[in-house]
T-cell receptor, first 115, second 113 residues
Framework: EAQVTQNPRYLITVTGKKLTVTCSQNMNHEYMSWYRQDPGLGLRQIYYSMNVEVTDKGDVPEGYKVSRKEKRNFPLILESPSPNQTSLYFC??????????????FGPGTRLTVL | GENVEQHPSTLSVQEGDSAVIKCTYSDSASNYFPWYKQELGKRPQLIIDIRSNVGEKKDQRIAVTLNKTAKHFSLHITETQPEDSAVYFCAALRTGTASKLTFGTGTRLQVTL
C-alpha cells in the first residue's frame, strides 16, 4: 500500500531534550516536506527536499533540522525543543516538486507537546 | 515570498446549498493551486487542483476557478452534504527550481441538516 508514515504519532517531551520525528514514504517520491499546523495559522512549511541530499528552508525553519540521506526517509530533528514548537506536524511527499506540482500525500501527523 | 489569504475562516451552509471559499495570492509567478480537505483528526487530502493555464476545472460537485489577472482562485462545492463538513485549505506553488508550497489559513465548513 502506497503511504507516508510518521513516528511517533504522539510525543510529550521537555524543553531542551533532543528529539527526532521520522518520516518514510514507499512511493519513490523525489519531493518530501515537513509542515506544522497550528490553530488559525494553517499549514506552514518548515523544510523541504527536492531529492536526496537536497534540502531547503521553508517559511518557518528556525529550531529545526532535516536530512535526506535516502530517498524514502526525511527525518525532522529538534535539537533543543522549546514550548513554542508544540504543534501538529505533518510530513508529505510528492512525485516531483520542481516543474510539476502535483498531489502531495500527507502522513498521519505527529502531535508534539513540549513542556 | 508568497502570501496566500483565505476567506471566510468559517462557513455554515444548509445541506443542498452551495459553498464558496476564496483565496488570493501575491506571487504572480505562482502557477499551481491545489485545494486540500482535512476532516477532523485526519490528514489533509488533495481534492482538486488547477494550473495557471486553465481558468476552471470541475470534478463532480467540486469546481475551482482561477483569475490570474486578479490573482485569486475559488473553490465551489454544489449540493453540499454533511460529509463535506471539514477544514479546507487552498495553496499556491511556483514550480521550478524551488518548490515552496504556501497554504492559506483554512476554512472550516459546516454543513447542517
Amino acid at each position: 500500500e502506497a503511504q507516508v508514515t510518521q513516528n511517533p504519532r504522539y510525543l510529550i517531551t521537555v524543553t531542551g531534550k533532543k528529539l527526532t520525528v521520522t518520516c518514510s514514504q514507499n512511493m519513490n517520491h523525489e519531493y518530501m516536506s515537513w509542515y506544522r499546523q497550528d490553530p488559525g495559522l494553517g499549514l506552514r512549511q518548515i523544510y523541504y527536499s527536492m531529492n536526496v541530499e537536497v534540502t531547503d528552508k521553508g517559511d518557518v525553519p528556525e529550531g529545526y533540522k532535516v536530512s535526506r540521506k535516502e530517498k524514502r526517509n526525511f527525518p525532522l530533528i529538534l535539537e533543543s525543543p522549546s514550548p513554542n514548537q508544540t504543534s501538529l506536524y505533518f510530513c508529505a511527499s510528492s512525485l516531483s516538486g520542481a516543474g510539476g506540482g502535483g498531489t502531495q500525500y500527507f502522513g498521519p501527523g505527529t502531535r508534539l507537546t513540549v513542556l | 515570498g508568497e502570501n496566500v489569504e483565505q476567506h471566510p475562516s468559517t462557513l455554515s451552509v444548509q445541506e443542498g446549498d452551495s459553498a464558496v471559499i476564496k483565496c488570493t495570492y501575491s506571487d504572480s509567478a505562482s502557477n499551481y493551486f491545489p485545494w486540500y480537505k482535512q476532516e477532523l483528526g485526519k490528514r489533509p487530502q488533495l481534492i482538486i487542483d488547477i494550473r495557471s493555464n486553465v481558468g476552471e476545472k470541475k470534478d463532480q460537485r467540486i469546481a475551482v476557478t482561477l483569475n490570474k489577472t486578479a490573482k485569486h482562485f475559488s473553490l465551489h462545492i454544489t449540493e453540499t452534504q454533511p460529509e463535506d463538513s471539514a477544514v479546507y485549505f487552498c495553496a499556491a506553488l511556483r514550480t521550478g527550481t524551488a518548490s515552496k508550497l504556501t497554504f492559506g489559513t483554512g476554512t472550516r465548513l459546516q454543513v447542517t441538516l
